[in-house]
């Protein structure tokens, strides 16, 4: 047989194979009912292929010659692969004699090290004001399996700038979140691990990103505190050494306003009265204090009556009467013109009265409605959790504390206006009967 039949033939065979090939991973990968006919079909073109090589002898030498190269590339990536696993066993084997020349000494420093870096991060971690700058923490040591110097050296380093930061007070410069959950860098004051602070907010750890978020409400006990200390005018704060808890408790503390507000709708009604009660009261009682300077003025000058004050028209009215009459009759035309006087110096004085019996009142309505809205927080949501019934208790306790306090000054009031009319009175009838006597006295004929 010929060279160029016998390498006719070896193609062949070398054609035939990849088909046999070709044909097993198509069948793998058909369902089971085509695998014989994706096989027909695959040996087919297979076929058609092989014999257009056959026919065209450029064409599969350049097939030929594909599949040479194909073989180096492999062979090359082959070596590479080789080349490295040579490398990382040599390096596996100089960590272990570096391991090996530590000893156990080593070893369990690095393991303490581990354990106690690992814990400081978790009791930090994202919430002490401590790791508030990038790196600040010491790093994880876990996945370490030989301690290196500049390891042991960092850690080192970190651990004493933890322990300095806790007795410094630090002006820093850092993304902070308002209420509004705007952020933006500001400057700010950090005391250690106890405060952080601008101008005028107190600022917590976040507890999503662990960025610094101003409080809703700074209690207005440090509140005044901030500014002295933030401007370098003052070296006093208030330090919070339960790490919140307490400010946490005074920032919940309600304004005035706000207990103002927990009274609801009865609470506004018996504020509303009360206001009303000491505008009518002050209004009389600077009306009364009017006439009593008038009328003092008037007792000085008896001789010249005037008809602006309660005094002098009860005179003018005594000098008009018939002094023929008799003194029962003078004394009872006395008597009316001065009780004529009484209606405007006592007015206001039972309204007042009365707004001062109804706020107590008012008050203790509140606190069955509260009471009521407690109970029905009871009935739907059981007394599991204490916050659901707080708002029906403030209500009741505020209402009654509304009600008190604005009963208590309309009693101050009314007495006021009670010793204030009363006083006018007797001076007004005192003075009028003495201008009666002094009549009677003049026109009784003398007796020997």
């Known amino acids: 047989m010929s060279r160029p039949a016998l390498r006719q033939l070896f193609y062949a065979c070398l054609m035939l194979g990849l088909v046999a090939i070709s044909g097993a991973s198509m069948a793998q990968t058909e369902s089971a009912t085509s695998l014989r006919e994706a096989r027909e079909a695959a040996e087919a073109r297979d076929q058609q292929r092989l014999m257009g090589f056959l026919d065209d002898q450029q064409a599969l030498e350049s097939a030929l010659e594909q599949a040479r190269t194909e073989h180096e590339e492999a062979q090359q990536q082959h070596e590479a692969l080789e080349t490295q696993q040579a490398e990382q066993a040599d390096q596996a084997s100089e960590l272990s004699e570096r391991q090996a020349e530590q000893g156990e000494a080593l070893t369990g420093l690095l393991s303490n090290l581990a354990r106690h870096s690992s814990e400081i991060r978790n009791a930090l971690g994202e919430e002490s004001l401590l790791s508030l700058e990038e790196g600040a923490l010491p790093p994880r040591l876990d996945e370490v399996e030989v301690l290196e110097r500049h390891q042991l050296e960092e850690v080192v380093d970190r651990l004493a700038a933890l322990t300095a930061r806790t007795g410094r007070a630090e002006r820093l410069s850092l993304p902070v979140a308002d209420a509004n959950g705007e952020v933006a860098t500001r400057e700010l004051v950090r005391l250690g691990d106890f405060a952080a602070f601008t ?125 023929h009459q008799t003194p029962e009759a003078l004394e009872a035309r006395l008597d009316e013109a001065v009780l004529a006087e009484l209606p405007k110096l006592e007015r206001s004085q039972p309204m007042v009265k009365l707004l001062a019996a109804i706020a107590p009142l008012l008050g203790l309505l509140g606190t069955v409605t509260g ?38 000054p309309l009693l101050f009031v009314q007495t006021a206006l009670s010793g204030r009319s009363r006083y006018l009175t007797h001076v007004i009838e005192g003075q009028a009967s003495a201008t009666l006597a002094d009549h009677l006295e003049s026109h009784t004929p003398a007796v020997n």
């Open 371 to 408: 009471m009521i809205v407690t109970f029905q927080a009871i009935t739907v949501f059981g007394t599991g959790d204490p916050q659901l019934m707080a708002g029906g208790i403030s209500q009741a306790l505020v209402t009654t504390v509304l009600g008190l306090i604005t009963a208590v």
């Open 199 to 323: 101008e005028n907010k107190l600022l917590e750890r976040g507890e999503n990103d662990g960025n610094l978020v101003a409080l809703p409400r700074t209690p207005d006990a440090i509140g005044g505190l901030l500014a002295d200390y933030y401007q370098g005018e003052s070296h006093v704060f208030a330090v919070d050494p339960t790490q919140g808890s307490v400010l946490e408790a005074l920032a919940q503390q309600p304004s005035l306003w706000e207990r103002f507000q927990q009274g609801g709708y009865v609470g506004y009604v018996v504020v509303a009265l009360g206001i009303l009660g000491l505008i009518i009261g002050l209004g009389q009682y600077l009306y009364l204090v009017l006439v009593s300077l008038r009328v003092n003025r008037q007792r000085q000058s008896l001789s010249q009556l005037k008809p602006n004050n309660p005094l002098g028209r009860v005179l003018l009215r005594f000098e008009g009467m018939d002094k």
